[in-house]
């Protein structure tokens, strides 16, 4: 979970995928491409149902099935910028959350029926891992990437 915002050689951590774009240019994509802004919200959205299933609350199917897609993703300076600061906000609760969380309860299921909890977190990383590089190559494709940046 701490890696989301940091900076590991190997591997670009989520928000440093986001770094460095305007708000237009966030909200902008090639066709058939999601736009970094739409995936922020997206990512953001699964951020809080993890919260909420880690956090041993009732499943939310209504907003699972949202997506996060269909959310504004395009706006002034200061709406992706606060974007950018929910998603981490977001991150860094999940990572507090699953600090104080017992050992023994990361094989317990979030829900009957449903994955356990250990599966849900997986999950969310490689969700995570997955729209990191699609941040990074839909700034490929706008020629806004350079591997020695962000």
Known sequence: MEHFAGRQ?????FLRATEGLT???AAS???????????????????????GRGGGLPADDE????????????GPEAEWTAARAHV????????????????AD????????????????HGLVVHNAYHTGEVITTRQAMRLWNEDRP
Do not use: C, F, Y
């Not at 990361?106 to 977190?121: E, N």
């Open 106 to 121: 990361l094989g317990l299921k979030w829900a009957p029926g449903r994955a356990t909890r250990w599966q849900l977190l």
């Open 23 to 25: 708000a237009e240019q």
């Open 29 to 51: 994509a090639p066709a058939r491409m999601n736009s970094p802004w739409s995936i922020v919200g997206h990512v953001a959205l699964w951020h809080r149902i993890v919260l």
């Open 9 to 13: 050689p190997w591997i670009v951590p």
């Open 88 to 103: 981490r906000k977001l991150n860094a609760d999940l990572a507090a959350l699953v600090a104080v969380m017992p050992d």
């Open 63 to 74: 907003l699972a099935r949202a997506s996060g897609w269909d959310l504004a993703a395009r």
